[in-house]
Structure formats: structure tokens, C-alpha cells
């Protein structure tokens, strides 16, 4: 879905804004009933937030609530309770990881499905998708028309093919993944264990499996075998 695509999206709907208001209260509740599931939006660009709420909602999908925070977004899956959370795969300006938020909203929901939304379509984002046990994977070139679809098939039950086919078990573990990205964002062992509330000797372990898995000895070197990985679309311990 191209920047154009949601700059269109917007410009409709803030013309059509002024039919919507004027729609009657049950006619708003008859739709509601006619919704195929609820769910809540997090991105951190305010943009994206709009388009998805304006695309799903387009497409009989409740929206119960949207945000560019992540812990605003796991107080809406507590208090709504919706089907579904649509979250980055990658949080590039908050302090909580999107496996950490992804981890505490099923804590808190355990029914919850996830749709995660990824930059990039290749074998690192689609390996990440399937270590956050992530239901659909959304890359962000997708049309509208196939976020709706996507979502749907989400809410109803169904595990996207592409997360199955290519990456169902993932060299990394979903803690291995988890660590070893804050370690390569410069989080000492120290700092790890007391954000994901574990001890430093649990660090040390995985951090040890998952340089065995990428052929490194050390942060440094994992976080450019990562990058490395992520520009090739290759997973990230993959041949």
C-alpha cells in the first residue's frame, strides 16, 4: 500500500465525511451488527493509522479503537477485548519491542489474533512474523482490497499460507529473536534481563543459541549478520 494509496484514502473519506455524519443512530448500530469481527490498529505514523481505520471499517470491520502508542494499545486490548490487534512487526520509536508488546497483549487476551504490518515482503520480516506466532502478515505494498481480505481470513480462523509455507519453524526461537535484536540495539545483558524479566544466565543462553544458529561470536556481528539477512530477504539463519 503506497504513501499515494493512503493519501487517496484519506482525501475520499474526508469527503465523504460529511454524508457519514448525518447517517441516523440505528442505521450506525445496524452496521455495527453486520461487522465481521472488532479489532484495534497500532502504528506509530499517525497516517497509517487513519488508512487502516478507513480501509477496514470500509470493509464491515469494527474498529474499537486505533493509536500510535503501544501501551495505549495494550489498555485497548484489555478494555475492548477486540478479535484482533493490527501491529508493526518493528517499533522503531518507542521503548517496548514488538515481540514484547505482541507477548503481553495475548497475556492480557489470550483469544487475541495478530496481524502484523512489515516494511519489507521477504524471508526476515516473514521469519520475525512467525516468531511473534503472528496470525497474518501484512507488508505495507499491499492494496487495500488485500488488507481487508487478509484481515478477514484472520478474524475467522485462518493462518496465512505464506507464514506456514515459508517460515513455520524459524531457525530463531521467538525469545532467541527477541534478544538477540535488543542485543544488537546496544541493550547490555544486564539491561535485557531486567526488561523481559529473566536473569543475565537466561541472556547468556540464548544469546549463545542463537550466535551458534547465525555463525557469529558476538552482538556486533549478529546485528550485522541481521541486517545482512534482512537486505538479502533471506530468513535470518537461513543456508
Known amino acids: 500500500m503506497s504513501v499515494w494509496v493512503v493519501l487517496q484514502i484519506l482525501r475520499g473519506s474526508r469527503t465523504e465525511g460529511r454524508t457519514a455524519e448525518v447517517a441516523s443512530a440505528t442505521g450506525d448500530e445496524r452496521r455495527a451488527e453486520r461487522t465481521l469481527g472488532e479489532v484495534v490498529i497500532l502504528d506509530e505514523h499517525p497516517i497509517w493509522v487513519n488508512a487502516l481505520e478507513t480501509i477496514l471499517s470500509g470493509g464491515g470491520i469494527r474498529v474499537v479503537g ?17 478479535d484482533a490487534l493490527i501491529a508493526p512487526l518493528v517499533l522503531a520509536n518507542s521503548d517496548m519491542e514488538a515481540l514484547e508488546l505482541l507477548g503481553r497483549a495475548r497475556e492480557r487476551h489470550p483469544g487475541l489474533r495478530v496481524v502484523v504490518i512489515a516494511s519489507y515482503d521477504d524471508g526476515f520480516h516473514l521469519s520475525a ?42 531457525s530463531l526461537t521467538q525469545r532467541e529473536l527477541e534478544i538477540v535484536t535488543l542485543a544488537a540495539r546496544g541493550y547490555t545483558n544486564a539491561q535485557i534481563a531486567e526488561r523481559l524479566w529473566i536473569t543475565r544466565w537466561t541472556v547468556k543462553y540464548h544469546l549463545a543459541n542463537a550466535y551458534k544458529k547465525l555463525g557469529v561470536s558476538n552482538r556486533t556481528q549478529a546485528a550485522g549478520r541481521l541486517f545482512e539477512r534482512r537486505l538479502s530477504g533471506h530468513a535470518p539463519c537461513s543456508g
Not at 486505533?66 to 477486540?82: D, F, G, I, M, N
Not at 512474523?129 to 482490497?145: E, M
Open 129 to 170: 512474523a512467525a516468531s511473534a506466532r503472528a496470525d497474518a502478515y501484512l507488508p505495507r505494498t499491499v492494496s487495500a482490497g488485500e488488507v481487508v481480505d487478509t484481515v478477514r481470513a484472520c478474524l475467522v480462523g485462518e493462518r496465512l499460507p505464506a507464514i506456514k509455507r515459508e517460515v513455520a519453524t524459524p
Open 66 to 82: 486505533a493509536t500510535t502508542s503501544p501501551r495505549r494499545a495494550l489498555e485497548l486490548v484489555c478494555s475492548k477485548q477486540p
